[in-house]
């Protein structure tokens, strides 16, 4: 497609806010799309604003979910009356979402453009191996769709391998190295701190130190603070290390929640600080996770994590879980891992990766810059969107 004649996206995602991963790949992705001339997008913004994100029982969602469906359902068959769309590009987290999307999809079939169905989650191997009806309505979605995005290799085997028929491709997510620079050359630069301390700032930009004058260790979680995130698994892990450890929590939480994880954290002779932050900016999510020795996110299930690659960014070696796109974003057993990976739920695992980290500056350094360095190649804004776009164009009618 030429400028002239532009390919014509209807993109259906959320934008912030709430803040979350699939809206910030969307913001993300409509300020790349707003520098290129090949692309004329339209958006339909699906954010959950009825309910609170910490919200999540099969209640909450049903007490509005099915409301928000069929709004959104009316809002793209206007859409596509209003104006033709070579491309309609649908992102989706699965679960009771996926009826409304097969809906979609046959929607934009009847209208002649082509869809993609861009899966933002890593349980489909695990939705394989159980079936049920959410798995059937999952393959029904990829089989209606021109293409079916995954994010990552082991959901796009186990996608392909049941829907012989259907087009599954991988698409990783992609992280703004502009706005994460923009956001650090703000911070004051420190002195090597002591001990366990920090040390560099992001990898190949080669921007100075980025902490303050702390002293210790200090790892730093971005995300809904929840079980499911294993949250508790996290602090039960830094208590287990017998290590002294600043932990940064930065995110929403339930105050029945919060009381939790204070009384994990406050067995262990307050050598587990605990700091909640609560729902910062992106920038200060961004320094947060600069200002900190190492970034964990020891998830139960994820797709492909943006904090992870903004971590990666921000040169900072990652603990994180082996779930979903994740091994494949740190490759922790190859030439240059950019941080550790232990099983989901694995206390002790975690726990022996935290003393690791905490121990030797040196391999946090090394981690950080080789996380830097494959942000910049691999999933930087700008490379990911022309990746999209090539797919969009080989799709359109």
């Known amino acids: 497609m030429s400028p002239a004649n532009p390919l014509r996206l209807i993109l259906v995602s959320p934008l912030p806010p709430p803040v979350g991963g699939i809206a910030t790949w969307t913001r993300v992705l409509m300020e790349e799309l707003g520098h290129r001339s090949d692309v004329a997008v339209r958006h339909l913004d699906m954010a959950v604003r009825w309910r609170a994100v910490t919200h999540i029982s099969p209640l909450a969602r049903l007490s509005g979910g099915p409301m928000q469906a069929i709004r959104d359902y009316g809002r793209l068959k206007r859409m596509l009356r209003d104006g033709p769309a070579d491309v309609v590009h649908i992102c989706t987290s699965a679960g009771l979402a996926l009826a409304k999307d097969v809906l979609m999809l046959r929607a934009v079939a009847r209208h002649g453009a082509a869809s993609v169905i861009h899966f933002r989650m890593g349980r489909i191997p695990a939705l394989a191996r159980t079936g049920g009806t959410e798995w059937r309505r999952l393959k029904a979605c990829a089989e209606a769709a021109s293409v079916a995005l995954t994010l990552d290799a ?27 620079d923009a956001a650090l050359g703000g911070m004051r630069r420190g002195s090597t701190s002591a001990g366990c301390g920090d040390d560099e700032g992001p990898g190949r930009s080669d921007r100075g130190r980025v902490l303050g004058d702390d002293v210790g260790f200090r790892v730093a979680y971005v995300g809904h603070l929840l079980p499911a995130k294993g949250v508790t698994d996290l602090v039960q892990a830094a208590v287990a290390s017998q290590r002294e450890v600043d932990m940064e929590l930065v995110g929403p939480v339930a105050e029945d929640y919060r009381r939790t994880l204070d009384a994990l954290a406050g067995g262990a002779s307050e050598r587990v600080r ?112 022309r990746r999209l776009a090539d797919l969009w164009r080989s799709v359109a009618p």
Request: glycine share 10%.
């Open 154 to 180: 082991r959901s796009a085997s186990s996608l392909a391998e049941n829907c012989p028929g259907a087009d599954v491709r991988t698409m990783p997510n992609m992280v703004d190295i502009r706005a994460v």
């Open 274 to 385: 605990l700091d909640y932050r609560g729902t910062l900016s992106h920038d200060d999510a961004i320094r947060a996770i600069a200002g900190a020795s190492a970034f964990a996110l020891p998830s139960h299930t994820e797709g492909f994590p943006n904090v992870v690659a903004e971590a990666m960014a921000c040169g900072r070696p990652v603990l994180a879980t082996d779930v979903g796109a994740i091994p494949e974003m740190l490759e922790p057993r190859g030439a240059a891992p950019c941080g550790i990976c232990v099983a989901a739920g694995d206390q002790a695992g975690m726990a022996a990766g935290l003393r690791a980290l905490c121990d030797d500056p040196e391999w946090r350094r090394a981690m950080g810059r080789n996380g830097r360095a494959r942000a910049e190649l691999e999933y930087s804004a700008p490379v990911v969107t």
